[in-house]
């Protein structure tokens, strides 16, 4: 009996596992946007650095 209570413990805490790995690979559309929205961001805080680099090269000739 504690054979089989032991296979049986040990086959749940594989799914679970198995769920848990599979569960994380799979993005919702949340995520989706918010990788959209990080990006977004970056290129416009690269726009802007931009911008500052050529108003300094700008003012100083």
Do not use: N, Y
Request: hydrophobic share 35%; net charge negative.
């Amino acid at each position: 009996m504690k054979r089989l209570l032991k296979g049986i413990f040990t086959g749940l805490i594989v799914a679970v596992m198995a769920l848990g790995i599979w569960g994380c690979e799979q993005q919702g559309p949340a995520e989706q946007a918010g990788e959209q929205v990080d990006e977004s961001v970056e290129e416009g805080q690269e726009q802007l650095e931009e911008t500052g680099e050529d108003i300094e090269q700008g003012a100083g000739e």
